[in-house]
């Protein structure tokens, strides 16, 4: 009898964005973010050529379903070639709005589980040869998370050596993509953006973190989190 082939989880492997990524607007979904970002550990360092992610590694790296892994992934692959992330360019007179899709090329094979896909020439110089300015952080942080929300909180956080974030809510709306009816009522924000994502990132990758509101009038307009791992977290 034959073995079956050891599946290698990709969660062991490095994240590594630059900051204007991280604070930019990456228009994913969760599942197409766990596939782009699978896609950028398992490229390193050569953005150039085709990326094969399995559906095996999928499932193992993100804790899904076997038996759903390439549905998901075949469903995410359709919507990348249309995915792009936007970022906000200051300069003297004003500020220059960018979008960049993240893939130049998509594919799916329906016998072999798998999807390819290529990131587009645009969006490389972002990626490659990173010295400075980036974030790093390993995919495993992100595997039993369920939220894209908290997802983009962990990698604000991670920017940070600080441990704390203070950040406006017109920027912290722009980056989570919150939803116009959210933007209306900052208490939207608070209970279904800020507060779940902090619960999900306590419990999946041991953070204490605290947050607070600063005022300008009635209107809440800045954000403050304050935090660090939990030195326990890792026991059980």
Same mark, same amino acid.
């Given at each position: @009898? ?16 630059? =900051?204007?990524? *991280? ?30 992610? *399995? ?32 970022? =906000?360019?200051? =300069?003297?007179?004003?500020? @220059? ?18 999807? %390819?896909?290529?990131? &587009? ?6 990626? $490659? ?5 980036? *974030? ?6 992100? %595997? ?12 604000? @956080? ?17 980056? @989570?993509?919150?939803? $116009? ?32 509101? *600063?005022?300008? &009038? ?19």
């Amino acid at each position: @009898m034959v073995a079956n082939p050891v599946v290698k989880s990709l969660s062991g492997k490095d994240i590594k964005i630059p =900051h204007s990524i *991280t604070q930019s607007a990456q228009g994913l979904s969760l599942t197409e973010k766990r596939l782009v970002f699978a896609a950028v550990a398992k490229a390193g360092k050569n953005f150039e050529d085709e990326i094969i992610i *399995t559906a095996a590694e999928y499932a193992a790296t993100f804790e899904v379903d076997a038996d759903h892994a390439y549905e998901q992934l075949k469903a995410a692959a359709k919507n990348l070639r249309k995915r792009y992330f936007t970022l =906000h360019e200051k =300069h003297r007179k004003g500020v @220059m709005k960018w979008e960049i899709n993240w893939m130049s090329k998509v594919g799916y094979e329906d016998g072999a589980g798998r999807v %390819g896909l290529r990131f &587009g020439e645009d969006i490389r110089p972002y990626l $490659e040869n990173l010295k400075r300015k980036f *974030t790093l952080y390993k995919l495993k942080q992100a %595997g039993a998370i369920r939220s894209v929300y908290s997802w983009r909180l962990l990698e604000l @956080m991670e920017q940070q050596s600080s441990g704390v974030i203070n950040i406006s809510v017109k920027d912290f709306c722009f980056i @989570m993509e919150a939803p $116009e009816a959210y933007k209306a009522n900052f208490k939207n924000v608070r209970v279904f953006i800020i507060e779940p994502a902090i619960k999900e990132l306590e419990k999946t990758d041991g953070w204490n973190i605290e947050v607070s509101y *600063t005022k300008l &009038g009635r209107k809440v307009d800045k954000i403050t989190f304050k935090f660090e791992k939990d030195p326990q977290g890792n026991l059980f």
